[in-house]
């Protein structure tokens, strides 16, 4: 089974405008509201893989209902912790030029007894999983380290965790070892203080992560593909050029189609070929989190793996 952790959850509300002006009264042409948050998204693609999987984290108020019953609908298990604060919305304006404006909530103040009770459940769970996925921000209250304990739960079991967060959850995530983790350039950036811009400099990113205990790491590179580390091994990903429709999502989408490559326990060429072909199909969807089993198939086949190192 898949684990996945969202302890951040929101409500997307996604609009589209003709443009976005400041100070002005602006029409929205349509209005969709989805369940989201990262790990919302990848337990909706490994539902979708028909993987076995379960969601967990804080919902809470009416917004919190909103998604529960969302789930349900989507047929995505979920055993949440019920907060005493409502769970956050988070809006993504998207204008006729293709840019995307997004407006992230903090979310809920969560307490001390909340996150004593998450982790009681999160103990339960774990017992039921093979692979654990973290993703996203926290809540307000939750403090930067609280991956990291998850993480090391995680390894004490022999669970696989695959951590995709940023900034100081990260960092402190990373010094509990996760299995795999997948910064972007400028996630490394802020991580390190160090601007990354060539292949080179990429790789040698890479393997630092792999002296520092990370079993798989992956560094994106947008619609170049991505660079991968694997028992000191190098790999270059490159995916097919595609007219995007909505990028936002692709990679939890991508991170979904890792942790199912390793529930089957795929070559790592082909867990990179998987994770790359739900990444990528993502972007072909208007709605964010969510891919076609079909098209996943077929890109898996146009993805090329190389061994560069």
């Given amino acids: 089974?898949?684990?996945?952790?969202?302890?951040?959850?929101?409500?997307?509300?996604?609009?589209?405008?003709?443009?976005?002006?400041k100070d002005s009264v602006m029409r929205a042409a349509s209005v969709?509201?989805?369940?989201?948050?990262?790990?919302?998204?990848?337990?909706?693609?490994?539902?979708?893989l028909g993987e076995d999987c379960i969601a967990t984290g804080f919902l809470g108020g009416k917004s919190g209902e909103f998604i529960a019953e969302r789930l349900q609908d989507y047929g995505i298990r979920?055993?949440?912790?019920?907060?005493?604060?409502?769970?956050?919305?988070?809006?993504?304006?998207?204008?006729?030029?293709?840019?995307?404006?997004?407006?992230?909530?903090?979310?809920?103040?969560v307490s001390e007894q909340e996150q004593q009770a998450f982790l009681q459940k999160y103990m339960k769970?774990?017992?039921?999983?093979?692979?654990?996925?973290?993703?996203?921000?926290?809540?307000?209250?939750?403090?930067?380290?609280?991956?990291?304990?998850l993480i090391r739960r995680a390894r004490k079991a022999g669970r696989k965790f695959l951590l995709d967060t940023s900034g100081e959850l990260l960092a402190e995530g990373i010094k509990a070892q996760p299995y795999f983790i997948k910064p972007n350039k400028d996630e490394i950036q802020a991580l390190t203080g160090r601007k990354v811009s060539t292949e080179e400099e990429v790789i040698?990113?890479?393997?630092?992560?792999?002296?520092?205990?990370?079993?798989?790491?992956?560094?994106?590179?947008?619609?170049?593909?991505?660079?991968?580390?694997?028992?000191?091994?190098?790999?270059?990903?490159?995916?097919?050029?595609?007219?995007?429709?909505?990028?936002?999502?692709?990679?939890?989408s991508y991170v979904a189609g890792m942790a199912a490559a390793l529930q089957r326990g795929l070559p790592i060429e082909q867990a990179l070929k998987l994770a790359a072909a739900c990444g990528t199909a993502n972007a072909l969807e208007a709605e964010s989190g969510f891919v076609q089993?079909?098209?996943?198939e077929e890109l898996q086949t146009k993805i090329q793996v190389d061994q560069v190192a």
Avoid: W
């Fill in 32 to 48: 969709d509201n989805t369940p989201g948050g990262k790990g919302i998204h990848v337990a909706n693609v490994a539902t979708i």
């Fill in 204 to 252: 040698a990113e890479v393997r630092g992560f792999l002296a520092q205990g990370i079993e798989l790491a992956v560094v994106s590179l947008g619609a170049a593909g991505s660079i991968a580390g694997y028992q000191d091994k190098i790999y270059r990903i490159k995916v097919p050029h595609i007219d995007a429709v909505n990028p936002v999502g692709s990679g939890d």
């Fill in 1 to 21: 089974m898949i684990l996945v952790v969202n302890l951040n959850a929101s409500v997307d509300k996604r609009y589209v405008l003709k443009e976005l002006r």
């Fill in 125 to 149: 769970l774990l017992q039921q999983a093979e692979v654990v996925v973290a993703s996203g921000s926290v809540p307000q209250g939750v403090p930067q380290d609280f991956y990291a304990e």
């Fill in 293 to 296: 089993r079909a098209v996943v």
């Fill in 78 to 109: 979920q055993d949440f912790v019920q907060a005493a604060g409502a769970t956050r919305s988070c809006l993504a304006i998207l204008t006729e030029d293709g840019a995307q404006t997004e407006i992230l909530e903090p979310g809920p103040l």
